[in-house]
């Protein structure tokens, strides 16, 4: 059984950096996409970042792109968001996801497994 952990969450000041995990288990994950989506209260879930596992491309939105990095550790089977020069605008709860790579990474509803989420807070 597939199992995503987040981890990393918590309170930052504008401007400042925050680094999420999420650990995967329960299957290898060659062939498989993972994403990280965010959801603000009041909003839909929406796209962050993702990766493809083995070749290790990469997409992000474009309202985090230059700022996040996604990357992941093949021996640790996790996965990473950095967040840096974070915004007021980049709180809410963080969710990583993984789904087989086919179709557009960037869509909520293709992603078979989540993880429970973790919250990240921007003050300004």
């Known amino acids: 059984q597939v199992q995503l952990v987040e981890s990393g969450g918590g309170l930052v000041q504008a401007g400042g950096s925050l680094r999420l995990s999420c650990a995967a288990s329960g299957r290898t994950f060659n062939n498989y996409a993972m994403g990280w989506f965010r959801q603000a209260p009041g909003k839909e879930r929406e796209f962050v970042a993702a990766l493809t596992w083995s070749g290790g491309s990469t997409y992000y939105a474009d309202s985090v792109k230059g700022r996040f990095t996604i990357s992941r550790d093949n021996v640790k089977n996790t996965v990473y968001l950095q967040m840096n020069s974070l915004k007021p605008e980049d709180t809410a709860v963080y969710y990583c996801?993984?789904?087989?790579?086919?179709?557009?990474?960037?869509?909520?509803?293709?992603?078979?497994?989540w993880g429970q989420g973790t919250q990240v807070t921007v003050s300004s």
């Open positions: 996801a993984a789904k087989r790579v086919v179709g557009n990474v960037r869509l909520v509803s293709l992603y078979n497994y």
